[in-house]
């Protein structure tokens, strides 16, 4: 009988384990915060805030004037001699893989810089031509205040940690706005053609 009550108690215990799992990660599909991170987005896509961009050319933009096409963005800083400097290369690359989208004006991608401080609009610009810009569809930006940069890296869930050498260890995505201002999507950081095969399979619909 005890043998019968311990095996009766061990398979509740497991139940209730099987479940508290299942909970916490929606289904069984996030076992990480980064994976918990894009299912939310992908279930709830996140209105953007009007937050100011000064970009690299001196002007100021936001999200809602990029309303109306499809954005890709990722969050840099231009000293960054990891991901940052494949990111850019990709993003060059992007402009003449989606060159017809760009020019149609129904994509644009928009690099971030979370590193205001040194990455004034000629670090930006400077960065841009490192990795090789092609001139159109490719804006790179900084907020304007400390407090819209922390709003942004919430929403988009980066997280930039200052490291002893006057550099950052920082997480890295590429993010995917839809038309109406919200964030739909996010993907690896080096998945550049997951990003354009995600954007023109919605175009195409």
């Known amino acids: 009988m005890s043998v019968r009550r311990t095996l009766l108690a061990s398979a509740s215990i497991l139940v209730a384990g099987v479940v508290t799992l299942a909970a916490t990660t929606d289904g069984f599909q996030a076992y990480t915060t980064e994976t918990a991170r894009r299912l939310d987005v992908r279930s709830h ?5 009007a937050v100011p961009l000064k970009t690299a050319a001196g002007d100021i933009v936001d999200f809602s004037m990029l309303r109306g096409r499809w954005l890709m963005v990722d969050f840099i800083y231009t000293r960054c001699p990891t991901y ?3 990111q850019g290369n990709e993003f060059a690359q992007l402009q003449d893989r ?5 020019a149609r004006g129904n ?15 000629t670090e930006l610009a400077a960065y841009q031509r490192r990795s090789g810009d092609r001139g159109a569809g490719w804006v790179a930006a900084t907020p304007t205040s400390a407090r819209d940069l922390a709003t942004l890296m919430r929403l988009f869930g980066i997280v930039a940690v200052p490291d002893e050498l006057g550099g950052y ?3 890295a995505a590429i993010a995917v706005v839809n038309p109406a201002g919200r964030l739909e999507t996010i993907l690896d950081w080096n998945d550049a053609r997951g990003a354009q095969q995600y954007i023109l399979a919605r175009l195409a619909s």
Request: glycine share 0%.
């Open 169 to 171: 260890v920082h997480n």
């Open 98 to 102: 989606m060159a017809a989208q760009i």
């Open 107 to 121: 994509v644009l991608l928009l690099s971030i810089s979370f590193d205001p401080q040194h990455d004034s609009p």
């Open 45 to 49: 896509p996140r209105l953007l805030p």
């Open 84 to 86: 940052c400097s494949v």
